[in-house]
């Protein structure tokens, strides 16, 4: 029997209707630290939203609530050197579950910590083991619209030989805890999501094939399942899951002197469908991230520009569905150098860019909501005038209420916009 209590994901309830505007606009942006770092942004129940980042070798977090905004951040551990990749997801419960990694006795560690509902916190505890370090701990994302009930937080540890290995920690009682370590091709490059019934999707690309690994509750991860290998380099694999159960991969391949996005979809209780390209032979797209909306709907987003330009990862940004119906983002000749794409439980997905502009250093933040339609809706600059951005990310809630996060290139604050539940 699979531990329900321990994996299951629960979905939000939606009190508003599916089809109503989600596109409400975003407030005006705060200052929530003068001690800035690459953010990570998570919203829980109620609204209640947190930020993490790390910085000045510690990491920290900030609490936003809807009536009185972020409060002062805190820390969540100090040293004299060596902590980052700072990470956050919220359980359904309304706990924020934090990681980190520090460098301890020659070797990066994995820590959590817990911030409960009541806005307590809990010690900074070892999550990862002696013996070989460990990196970049991340969140598997829930289907869209829901919270798991556990997240479930991974790294990568280095081998001296591969497989590489990956180590899962699973939350139990709203704090995260050591479950099991692994082994997984490529882990160091692979996207994670996690299904409703607490299933874990490892998408992986390298050399000239894409992997889905699957890990049952309670399992290991199983045989990898092939989506698609031949010749030319497959890169960035990212992996989604809709409301409905609907499994979607995206990656770039290099195909006849230029890169192009594929995508693969898995309904629920089918299996992996042929992989559909979704950007056109006359341009070279890069960066793909995939998105499936609460009732199923595949949206693919990748940043484009002609074929053979070598230049760095930056393009116009497009949004494209399985059908072919393939729009552009950004207004005009304007590029983007980044973006973030996510999913509410409206049936509605929001994209979040930094814009290119001459003269400055990182660019402007924009943010556009996509309708379930799939429609553009307005776009909004959530930057000041002249203020350079980097580092943004952004979460999105059930109802539509979102929060995204950036720091400024100055390096003297970290900055966050919020848009309203509908």
């Given at each position: ?23 409400r ?15 990570v942004?998570?919203i ?11 910085a ?70 070892s ?22 009930a ?10 001296a ?5 990956v ?8 704090r995260l ?43 290991a ?12 380099t497959?890169?960035?694999?990212d ?9 979607a991969?995206?990656w ?88 973030d ?11 979040l860019w930094?814009?290119?502009e ?20 307005k ?10 951005a ?33």
């Amino acid at each position: 029997m699979r531990h329900l209590l321990a994996t299951a994901v629960t979905a939000v309830v939606l009190l508003v209707p599916a089809s109503a505007d989600a596109a409400r606009p975003w407030g005006s942006p705060e200052t929530v630290s003068h001690v800035p770092g690459t953010p990570v942004a998570a919203i829980g129940p109620g609204g209640v939203a947190v930020l993490a980042w790390s910085a000045h070798n510690a990491a920290y977090g900030a609490r936003r609530t809807a009536r009185r905004g972020f409060g002062e951040p805190f820390a969540l551990y100090k040293q004299v050197h060596a902590v980052g990749f700072a990470t956050v997801a919220y359980d359904a419960h309304g706990s924020a579950l934090f990681a980190f990694r520090r460098y301890v006795e020659r070797n990066h560690r994995i820590l959590g910590a817990t911030l409960r509902p009541s806005g307590s916190r809990t010690d900074a505890i070892s999550l990862s083991g002696p013996g070989s370090s460990a990196y970049e701990p991340t969140f598997a994302s829930p289907p869209a619209g829901m919270l798991a009930a556990d997240p479930v937080a991974l790294w990568w540890r280095r081998d001296a030989t591969p497989p590489t290995r990956v180590q899962l920690a699973r939350s139990f009682g709203g704090r995260l805890l050591v479950s099991a370590n692994d082994t997984l091709p490529d882990a160091a490059g692979a996207a994670y999501a996690q299904t409703a019934d607490g299933t874990i999707l490892a998408a992986t690309a390298t050399g000239g094939r894409v992997t889905l690994s699957e890990r049952l509750p309670g399992a290991a991860f199983g045989p990898a399942a092939v989506l698609t290998e031949g010749p030319g380099t497959v890169r960035d694999a990212d992996v989604a899951v809709g409301g409905d159960g609907t499994v979607a991969v995206s990656w770039r391949r290099y195909v006849a002197a230029t890169y192009r996005t594929f995508v693969s979809v898995r309904r629920p209780a089918g299996s992996f469908a042929p992989a559909v390209a979704v950007s056109g032979a006359d341009e070279r797209a890069v960066s793909p991230r995939v998105c499936v909306t609460s009732d199923g709907v595949v949206r693919v987003a990748f940043l484009t520009t002609a074929p053979g330009n070598a230049g760095p990862r930056s393009g116009r940004l497009r949004l494209t569905t399985l059908d072919g119906a393939n729009r552009t983002v950004t207004a005009g000749s304007q590029t983007a150098t980044a973006f973030d794409i996510a999913a509410d439980g409206r049936r509605g997905v929001t994209l979040l860019w930094q814009r290119h502009e001459r003269g400055h250093v990182g660019g402007a933040v924009l943010v556009r909501a996509v309708t379930p339609a799939g429609s553009l809706g307005k776009r909004q600059v959530l930057t000041r005038p002249g203020e350079d951005a980097s580092g943004i990310d952004l979460a999105v809630a059930a109802g539509g209420d979102a929060l995204a996060a950036w720091q400024t290139d100055d390096f003297h604050r970290l900055r966050a916009a919020r848009r309203p539940a509908s």
